[in-house]
Each structure stands twice: as structure tokens, then as C-alpha cells.
């Protein structure tokens, strides 16, 4: 790995390197890491993560910063019911603040979400003092906004991407053709700048039947997917046509064939395997969502249902808030959530495999209760064929 930064922990180091890969090393990494431009990763990798808990990192790998709440579309999905902007959304000074602070404790990676970011005249300037601050950035955005005269000015030191929103079967006013089409132009766009990225699909019970067809072609044209089922969340309350369920198990399944063969893990990743080792979810721990105000939550979902709120960067500097408001949702672990006591995805997983729905505020909605299972029973049903894998 050729190393861009490290950071010190209880079990030793973080580490990221220069196309923004993840790993985990031993302490006695240390003065390699302090002298070295690169680090033999299975050399110092550690044969078991030994985690105290409650735990969190010194700074989370992921940070999903939003930079408004304002959008030009209404996606009937959208988690965060965006729309309309914030009540005293910070202005571009406000954001280079947080940066700075983020920078300061060796966050790693920055994700510029929405609303839409595009719809900021600023928010170019914003990106661009992202990645001079040494953060991997990569832009949420449904796409509809960008022009060449954009990207054209985004300063990129190979260090920002782009996710881009599959617009079909969102109830966004396109059609499922349309919003391929709108994909394949977006992403040629992204491209023709020299940026990555990649595709992220929301799965509703509107596009579902055009799902292989899009991941077809993103194999064939080597685009990164994420695929995501729809959740009851946000605006999707009121969307319930949109959501899958026990019948649509079988067509979801089906997948273009490929090999990963990507020779890295990824933050995403590592949050996961951290996750899996501590037996916790990654919200306040390994992982920050900070709103557009000012708020700061452990994660996405948490913010659009208003549950766990850390305070406001307004009134303390981000490390103040990440060392000691997340005590609640930290003391939460895997054993805390009823619904486990019977369930076979808790019961009986394949080793490495672990269900990633013990969610509080995704059990609030389903159960009311935080502390019974974030897990619909379609999800529960397509995971004993679908488990996340560390």
C-alpha cells in the first residue's frame, strides 16, 4: 500500500492509502508508518482486533456532510425527505470551518451529500477545499445539475469521485428508460473529466425489473454499483408503493455475473469489519453524519428520524462532540436487541457473515421500539440469502 495517512488507536493504527483504501495494522507498524512511503499491509495485519468497549474511533473513517437539504427533485424514497433547505444552513465559511476541524483530528473521508449539492452556487469552492484539506471526497448527487463548466473547475488532485443516483422507479417525474438514459449521459460526462464514479441504486418495487439490465451494463462499462433496498424511512412513509416485499425476493437476486477483483478495502468496508469485531453498529463509532445546520448525528438514518443528536458545531467543535455525546448510542451492542434472541440471522450466520439491520432508528419505525430489530420482513427473508461478508 502506498500510504496517504495513518492514525493512531487503542489496537493500533488506521491506515489509508493513495487511491483511499483502508486497513487495520498492529502497533509495531509505527515507525514504518512514520518513515515510510509504503506499508506491506499482510506484514503488520492483526490476527484479532482486541476492542474495549464502548468503543469509537479517534475520528470516523466516513463523514457524510451535508451541505443543504435543498433539492431540486422529490424522490418519494428520499430517507432525509428533502425539499426544501434547513432552517440557518451554515454558509461556505461555516463548511470550511467543519472541514478544518475534521482535518485537524485525521478524518479520512468525506462524503458531500443532500439534499443535492449541486444546487449551492458555492459548491465547488466547497469541494475543492475538501480535497486540499487531504480528504477522499465523494459527491451523493442525482446528477441532474451537472454541466461540463462545473467540472471543469473542480481542482482534483485525484482525491474526488462521484456516486450517481439511479433516478427510475423514485417517483422523481422520470420514467425508468428516461432515467437510464439520463445515468449513461451523466456518468459519460463524469468521465470525459477524468473523474470516478459510480452508480448508486436504490431497489424499489418500481424498477426492480430494470435492475439487472443497469447492472449489466455497469460490468460492461466498468462502473462501480451500490445496490440498496428501499427502507421505510423519510418520505418513503408516505411511498409505501415503492417498497419490496416476500415476492420480490427471487428477482432480486438475480445479478450480472462478475469477479471483484479489487485488491483493497474500502472505508465502507472497514467500518463494517470494525462493526462485525465489536459486535455494535458503526453509527458514533466508526462513522458521522453532520446536517446542513450544524447537527451532528451518528449516522444518515439517525438524522432523518431526529434520534441521537451529538449537539451542534455551532455551540462545540466537532471533537468535543464526537469524544462525549455519543455515550447513548454507544452503549448500545448486538445483545441489546430483543428481536436477536430468535432470529436465524443472529442465530446461525456463516462465519464472517453477520446481519448489518440491528438499527435503532429503523426498529423504531417498524416496532417501535429502538432496541428490537431494524429489519422489515422482507429483509429478514432476502438476507438469509443475502448476508453482508467481512
Not at 103 to 111: G, M, R, S, V, Y
Not at 156 to 176: E, H, K, P
Not at 219 to 228: A, E, K, R, S, Y
Not at 361 to 379: H, M, N, R, V, W
Request: with cysteine; glycine share 6%; aromatic share 10%.
Amino acid at each position: 500500500m502506498l500510504l496517504s495517512n495513518f492514525r493512531q488507536e487503542e489496537f493500533g493504527y488506521t491506515v489509508v492509502g493513495s487511491r483511499g483504501e483502508m486497513a487495520i495494522v498492529t502497533p509495531e507498524a509505527k515507525n514504518h508508518l512514520r518513515i515510510g512511503k509504503s506499508l506491506d499491509i499482510d506484514k503488520y495485519k492483526p490476527r484479532k482486533l482486541r476492542i474495549s468497549l464502548p468503543f469509537h474511533l479517534k475520528a470516523p473513517l466516513v463523514t457524510m456532510v451535508e451541505v443543504t437539504k435543498k433539492c431540486n427533485l422529490r424522490c418519494g424514497h428520499c430517507y432525509l425527505d428533502a425539499g426544501e433547505p434547513r432552517e440557518n444552513e451554515m454558509d461556505t465559511e461555516g463548511i470550511y470551518r467543519v472541514l478544518d476541524e475534521l482535518k485537524e483530528i485525521k478524518a479520512f473521508h468525506i462524503l458531500i451529500t443532500g439534499g443535492e449539492p449541486f444546487v449551492r452556487s458555492d459548491i465547488v469552492d466547497i469541494i475543492n477545499y475538501a480535497q486540499k484539506c487531504g480528504f477522499f471526497v465523494q459527491i451523493i448527487t442525482n446528477g441532474t445539475l451537472l454541466s461540463d463548466t462545473l467540472l471543469s473547475q473542480i481542482e482534483d488532485r485525484g482525491r474526488v469521485s462521484f456516486a450517481i443516483t439511479y433516478l427510475g422507479g423514485l417517483q422523481a417525474g422520470f420514467s425508468n428508460d428516461e432515467a437510464f438514459t439520463l445515468l449513461k449521459k451523466k456518468i459519460a460526462l463524469i468521465r470525459s473529466h477524468e473523474f470516478p464514479v459510480m452508480c448508486w441504486y436504490c431497489v424499489t418495487k418500481l424498477n426492480l425489473d430494470k435492475k439487472l439490465e443497469i447492472h449489466q451494463w455497469c460490468v460492461d462499462n466498468n462502473v462501480d454499483t451500490n445496490h440498496q433496498d428501499v427502507m421505510p424511512i423519510g418520505r418513503c412513509r408516505g411511498n409505501i408503493a415503492l417498497l419490496l416485499d416476500i415476492n420480490d425476493i427471487e428477482k432480486n437476486l438475480e445479478e450480472a455475473e462478475e469477479d471483484d477483483e479489487r485488491d483493497y478495502r474500502s472505508a465502507f468496508d472497514m467500518c463494517y469489519i470494525l462493526e462485525h469485531s465489536a459486535r455494535v453498529c458503526k453509527g458514533g463509532r466508526t462513522f458521522a453524519y453532520i446536517c446542513s445546520n450544524g447537527d451532528v448525528y451518528p449516522c444518515s438514518n439517525c438524522a432523518a428520524e431526529k434520534l441521537f443528536l451529538a449537539g451542534n458545531l455551532n455551540e462545540s467543535p466537532f471533537l468535543d462532540l464526537w469524544e462525549d455525546s455519543f455515550k447513548d448510542i454507544r452503549g448500545i451492542t448486538w445483545d441489546d436487541f430483543k428481536g436477536c434472541k430468535t432470529c436465524e440471522l443472529h442465530l446461525n450466520p456463516a462465519p464472517g457473515q453477520f446481519c448489518k439491520l440491528r438499527c435503532p432508528p429503523f426498529s423504531k419505525i417498524l416496532y417501535g421500539d429502538p432496541l428490537y430489530c431494524g429489519a422489515t420482513e422482507y429483509a429478514k427473508a432476502i438476507s438469509t440469502r443475502r448476508f453482508y461478508e467481512v
